[in-house]
């Protein structure tokens, strides 16, 4: 069984790592290099890391919708190609190579969830619970037909880091086994309910900027699904004021952005009840507790943040 792994990020490393160490992996696709951090240092991608640590053939095209690529990947004749948050569109020339078909992990529960950031849109949307999905993939975004899935709750607490290494390793072993009962056959693949189809767009930066008329719920989802990136950002005195760790709170609210001292210690004012802040880190300075950040910010409270 001759089998391509095609990943990028850290979600992607159970799924490889289980695969390398189980099946004859003949070629590690990931995306190309880029700069990264305030220095702009070229980065490997952690799928780069590994397949480099366990002696894998590896490949980073930068397309594959290009003659050259698609037949440097037909050459290394694949039976199946595995597919984990891979970062390009695989077109209906390259899913057509493996005799197996191309399988994705994905992390949501198809239909819902389709794209590229499906847990940070299952957090920003409060569901109660996400999972992994094997899909058979087809020209589609998301849309091929469903091999199986495997449900996870999401905690309060959880961020799109936490619960992303969570479904990392639940997509692997998921994977595991269902691969052995789709090589032998024994998995009819079940087509989605395109009625149900939600869709989760890649994340932006500009997607973290709190908007303090929205409701406290929201927003706290917000501080949520934006960890560990983009973070979520307002501004104070014309800086910027990174909230890292945030909960909503009952209780009237003044002006959306307000900020006040209560007996639930330091919580701004927004459309729907109130904020409390936990975790802030303003621009040039180490995160800091809000206990901790006041003792340097006198003026704090009793600011509006955002102006």
Known sequence: MRIVFMGTPEFALPALAMLADRYNVVGVYTRRDKPAGRGQEVAV??????????????????????????????????????VAAFGLILPQEVLDIPRYGCLNVHASLLPRWRGAAPVA???????????CTIMRMEAGIDT??????????????????????????????????TLLRWLAGEVKPQPQDQAQ??????????????????????LARQVRACQPWP???????????KVLRAHALGGATAEAG???????????????????????????????????FLRGARSFVGSVLGQ
């Open 45 to 82: 991608s952690p799928v780069k890391g590994l397949a480099l640590a366990r002696g894998l053939p590896l490949y980073q095209p930068g397309t594959l919708r290009k003659p050259e690529p698609v037949a440097e990947l037909r050459a290394l004749q694949p039976d199946l190609i595995v």
């Open 121 to 131: 849109a299952a957090i920003l949307a409060g569901d109660a619970a996400t999972g």
């Open 144 to 177: 091929g037909p469903i091999l199986a899935q495997k449900a996870m709750p999401i905690a309060p607490n959880d961020t799109t880091g936490s619960l992303s290494r969570r479904l990392a390793h639940q997509g692997a072993e998921l994977l595991s086994v």
């Open 197 to 218: 189809a939600t869709y989760a767009p890649m994340v932006r930066k500009e997607d973290g900027l709190l908007d303090w008329i929205r409701p406290a719920d929201y």
């Open 231 to 241: 973070g979520a950002y307002t501004t104070w005195k014309g800086q910027l004021l």
């Open 258 to 292: 307000r900020v006040a001292m209560g007996d639930n210690g330091v919580a701004v004012s927004t459309g729907a009840g109130l904020l409390a802040l936990d975790e802030v880190q303003l621009a040039g300075r180490r995160p800091a507790a809000i206990a901790e």
